[in-house]
Nanobody
Framework: QVQLVESGGGSVQAGGSLRLSCKAS????????MAWFRQAPGKEREGVAS????????????YYADSVKDRFIISVENAKNTLYLRLVSLKPEDAAIYYC???????????????????WGQGTQVTVSS
């Protein structure tokens, strides 16, 4: 089992920035890939960014949704079993609940697909005002 706890959400004005954190515990050595997703009211859950974590023993390939490329940065701090998402130049359309997810059964060729992850955090709210 893997437990994921997100933090760092909040309310910012357009153009502002935030850093989300996702602390993993439990079977962390088995986590192959982690990702951030978001879901706005009335919309489907959307993959935002993904990183191959290799059990928090080094980083690997990253993927970003086109809508956040060059504005969001995904990273990992292996010693703390923590995944981050740096959000800059935020837009009102970035407002959503942001979820952290982990996959423990190897890598995937569809790293931004929600069905590819078997553990999820509870989410953290990001609000962006214009």
């Amino acid at each position: 089992q893997v437990q994921l706890v997100e933090s760092g959400g909040g309310s910012v004005q357009a153009g502002g920035s935030l850093r989300l954190s996702c602390k993993a515990s439990g079977y962390t050595s088995g986590i192959a890939r982690m990702a951030w997703f978001r879901q706005a009211p009335g919309k489907e859950r959307e993959g935002v960014a993904s990183l191959f974590t290799s059990g928090f023993d080094g980083g690997g390939s990253t993927y970003y949704a086109d809508s956040v490329k060059d504005r969001f940065i995904i990273s990992v701090e292996n010693a703390k079993n923590t995944l981050y998402l740096r959000l800059v130049s935020l837009k009102p359309e970035d407002a959503a609940i942001y979820y952290c997810a982990a996959r423990t059964y190897g890598d995937t060729s569809y790293p931004l697909g929600p069905n590819e992850y078997n553990f999820w955090g509870q989410g953290t709210q990001v609000t962006v005002s214009s």
